[in-house]
């Protein structure tokens, strides 16, 4: 779940906390879906599990450049793929 969050140089803003918890959550509820795993418990028990384990994730994220029509992009994917286009 969740390679490295790869993002566009030169343009954009620092990347901060919440941004970058958001799309960790996205993308982390996107692959969930990918594996048929829907239920919200299972899910956020899953999400949290794997947040905790790899806080490096989120941490290195964090001040990474982003812009505004890339977290949108996030928002709207709906496949591990795009979500990965939308931070290239």
Same mark, same amino acid.
């Given at each position: 779940m969740l390679g490295a969050? &790869?993002?566009a140089s030169?343009?954009?803003h620092p990347a901060g906390r919440e941004e970058c =918890?958001?799309?960790f959550q996205r993308s982390a509820e996107i692959e969930?879906?990918?594996q048929n795993i829907?239920? &919200?418990?299972?899910? =956020?028990e899953r999400i949290a599990a794997v947040r905790d384990a790899?806080?490096?994730?989120?941490?290195?994220c964090v001040g990474r450049r982003i812009t505004d029509s890339a977290m949108a992009c996030v928002r709207q994917a709906t496949t591990p793929d795009?979500?990965?286009r939308c931070l290239e």
């Amino acid at each position: 779940m969740l390679g490295a969050l &790869p993002f566009a140089s030169g343009c954009g803003h620092p990347a901060g906390r919440e941004e970058c =918890e958001a799309i960790f959550q996205r993308s982390a509820e996107i692959e969930l879906r990918a594996q048929n795993i829907v239920d &919200p418990k299972v899910v =956020e028990e899953r999400i949290a599990a794997v947040r905790d384990a790899r806080k490096d994730l989120i941490d290195r994220c964090v001040g990474r450049r982003i812009t505004d029509s890339a977290m949108a992009c996030v928002r709207q994917a709906t496949t591990p793929d795009q979500v990965d286009r939308c931070l290239e």
